[in-house]
């Protein structure tokens, strides 16, 4: 297969979330999904976003995306990226597409300067489990990912 990958713009925006939607259903998940063409329009492209990312395409057509953002270190002082969902269609797993994708995120992350390339898996997700494992990249099981969000994020931010 042909693989590219470009960077995305705004006119990829419905297939965006076409892959967003598609991950959450593989992910057990659909009906978390809130985003909407208008929303992901202004926080992937607008003048305050702070997140890039990338079209994986076979022959033209979309097969996959990434998107992602830079986090910063303390003790390295120095910018990581952090890779917040990486999405290959079921017809093209198992081609290396999703290996590509990772590479081309290391390389963005090499050449920005930073210090990590960081991600999170679902732990039942044994086949994404197990390229990472073959890329060499390393679990990280000492630290336990805490989050607030909806009504909890509300009140705890109110006092």
């Known amino acids: ?3 590219t990958i470009r960077a995305a713009t705004p006119d990829d925006v ?8 598609e991950l959450a ?13 208008d929303s992901l329009k202004v926080s992937l492209f607008g003048p305050a976003s702070v997140t890039e990312a990338a079209i994986l395409e076979v ?15 303390t003790w390295q ?17 198992g081609s290396g597409a999703g290996k590509l994708l990772l590479r081309h995120m290391a390389k963005r992350a090499v050449e920005k300067g930073c210090g990590r390339f960081e ?3 679902l732990d039942w997700n044994a086949p994404a489990i197990s ?9 990280q ?6 989050r607030l969000t909806g009504d909890k994020l509300k009140e705890f931010a109110a006092g």
């Open 1 to 3: 297969m042909n693989f």
């Open 14 to 21: 419905a297939t965006i979330l076409r892959f967003i939607t």
């Open 25 to 37: 259903v593989f992910e057990k998940a659909g009906h978390e999904v809130e985003a909407t063409e």
């Open 59 to 73: 022959d033209g057509v979309a097969a996959g995306f990434a998107v992602w953002f830079f986090n910063y270190s």
């Open 77 to 93: 002082a120095r910018n990581g990226l952090y890779l917040e969902d990486l999405y290959v269609s079921p017809d093209y797993r």
């Open 119 to 121: 991600w999170s898996v």
């Open 131 to 139: 390229v990472y494992d073959a890329i060499g990249a390393e679990p």
């Open 141 to 146: 099981t000492e630290w336990i990912r805490y």
